[in-house]
């Protein structure tokens, strides 16, 4: 999953901004012309420049309305009491601005500004019912951006969080499988017990310090997987363990840490070459322009009778189910097949 990191949409405060400059810019003052008493002045193209700015001052009450008090009871869902809210706001409050934003032009026009003497002379209910709609309009994108905004902000925070726990919970249980094996091998006296501990410090290196990156490279998680199917070799030296990647696309391609990890392991922990050394695991890593393949297969252990315990685990399975949930959402494809006494496992990322 990559992190989001674009920022905030710009439209509200676009949409915001044309709403001004085209309606209470362009409409609002066309209306205020048409309600200034007697004839037009000489210019006919933009008559009374001065009904610009009115138009502007008449129409400030809307801000406390589309910027606070709309807002606040959508949060709140009280949709009726808004509606009632409204209704008033808008009956009682533009004959108050009007009023006040006419007295201003009036005392200018007595200091020495005639022509400000050109204004609407009587407050029409037409004019803040438009109001009403255009801001509302405003106050409706601004209100939707702002909760997509929210939700996107929560969704980022909860897939953090799984992922942390993710990770927390993958490396205890792959400590536990990896500490069984060296036991295992203590107890044998093997002498390949020195090149074992070198390789699991290799691994446990990575799995404690590297898989807390959000992502890595691929030739590290390549050299990772090498290193893990040597330890399971030489623990079952009879048996045929490979691995091989290949693909020109490999370098320079980031993966998340640990992503094939779960896969590898529950073919070790059911495969028959715990009993026989003629059966073996194979995986194969490919990748590809935009895809990367990973595929591994092995032999079975035989079925358990009915009536045996089942045995806890399953944990690495979910986890990476959970994990492609969330760093490849519907560009990825997991398939677990069994056929003819074998397990195939086929994971294919869409990059």
Known sequence: MQEDTARPSRFPLVFEVLIWLVYVGLYKYSACVNLVPGKLAVRLYFPYPHLSVYAVLVTLYVLPYYRWLMPLLLRRRRHVLLLVVALLYFFFIPQVNFFLTNKLFHLLARQGFSSLNALPEYWSLDLPTTDLIAFSCVAFVRFAFEQETRRRQIEKEHAALQLAQLKAQLQPHFLFNTLNSIYGLSLAGSPDTPRFILLLSELMRYVLYDSGKERVEITDEVAFMQNYFELEQRKYAGASIRFEASGEGLAGQQVPPLLWLPLVENSFKHGRHHLSDDARVAATLTATPGQLRFVIENDMLPAPPPAAP???????????????????PSAHTLTLTEHAGRYRAELILHL
């Open 310 to 328: 089942r045995r806890s685990g399953g944990i690495g399975l979910a986890n990476i189910k959970r994990r492609l949930q969330l760093y490849y």
